[in-house]
C-alpha cells in the first residue's frame, strides 16, 4: 500500500513553454502532498504543501505564479511549471500524506514519495 | 531554526561490514521526527526508518537501526552487513510539529566486494 505515482517521469521541453506534473495517491486519500527540487548532487528543497480544495503554501523564495500548483481531489495533485527556463530544470519530486492518523491523535509520520520527475528546458 | 547536518559526503564499506552514517539536527521543538531515506540512482525515495523524539528505544527495521542520542541531537543510522544494493545516497530528515520534512545534505554510500 500507500504507493505515489507521478507522470511524466522525464519530460524535455523549450524554454518557455509549460509543463505540467501530475501527482497521484494510488491507493489511500491524500489531504497534503508536498512538492520538492532537488538539483544535482543536491538534497530535496521543499517548494510548497498543496492541500486538497485549499491555495498552496510555498517556500520562501519559491515563485508561486511561476510553479502553480493544484490539489483538485484527494488522491491529486498537479506542479505546472510556467515559461520554463533553462535553469528550472531539476528533478521535481512530490510527497503525499495519508489522511489517516496516528495513536493519541498524531498525525501520521510517513510521507510516501513519488518516483520524481526529471524536467529537462532546452 | 530547524537544521539537519550530514557531515560525510561520502562514505566506502565493505560487503557484509556494518557502516554508521552521521545525522545531527538541531531544534527547539521539543516534539519531531526523525527519518532516513535512500535514494538510489533511479531517484525515488525509499523510506528506510523512523524515530519519534519521544520514543524511548532506538527504532530498527531489519539491518538498518537508528543510533538515538537525543541529548547530543544525533540520529546515527547504521546498517549492518552491507549488500552491494545498499549502494545509494542516503538522506537523513527531520520533521517538527509543522509537519514539514527538513533534509540534510546527504550522504553517498558505496559497498565494494
Known amino acids: 500500500g500507500a504507493v505515489v505515482s507521478q507522470h511524466p517521469s522525464r519530460v524535455i521541453c523549450k524554454s518557455g513553454t509549460s509543463v505540467k506534473i501530475e501527482c497521484r495517491s494510488l491507493d489511500f486519500q491524500a489531504t497534503t502532498m508536498f512538492w520538492y527540487r532537488q538539483f544535482p548532487k543536491q538534497s530535496l528543497m521543499l517548494m510548497a504543501t498543496?492541500?486538497?480544495?485549499?491555495?498552496?503554501t510555498y517556500e520562501q523564495g519559491v515563485e508561486k505564479d511561476k510553479f502553480l500548483i493544484n490539489h483538485a481531489s484527494l488522491t491529486l495533485s498537479t506542479l505546472t511549471v510556467t515559461s520554463a527556463h533553462p535553469e528550472d530544470s531539476s528533478f521535481y519530486i512530490c510527497s503525499a500524506r495519508d489522511v489517516e492518523w496516528g495513536p493519541g491523535g498524531t498525525p501520521p509520520y510517513e510521507q510516501y514519495f513519488g518516483p520524481g520527475t526529471r524536467l529537462t528546458v532546452t | 531554526a530547524q537544521k539537519i547536518t550530514q557531515t560525510q559526503p561520502g562514505m566506502f564499506v565493505q560487503e557484509k561490514e556494518a557502516v554508521t552514517l552521521d545525522c545531527t539536527y538541531d531544534?527547539?521543538?521539543?516534539?519531531?521526527?526523525l527519518f532516513w531515506y535512500k535514494q538510489p540512482s533511479s531517484g525515488e525515495m525509499i523510506f528506510l526508518i523512523y524515530q519519534g523524539s519521544y520514543d524511548q528505544q532506538n527504532a530498527t527495521e531489519g539491518r538498518y537501526s537508528l543510533n538515538f542520542q537525543k541529548a547530543r541531537k544525533s540520529a546515527n543510522l547504521v546498517i549492518s552487513a552491507s549488500q552491494l544494493g545498499d549502494s545509494a545516497m542516503y538522506f537523513c530528515?527531520?520533521?517538527?510539529?509543522?509537519?514539514?520534512?527538513?533534509f540534510g545534505t546527504g550522504t553517498r554510500l558505496q559497498v565494494f566486494p
Open positions: 530528515a527531520m520533521r517538527d510539529s509543522g509537519d514539514k520534512l527538513i
Open positions: 531544534t527547539s521543538d521539543p516534539s519531531y521526527g
Open positions: 498543496s492541500n486538497e480544495g485549499s491555495k498552496a
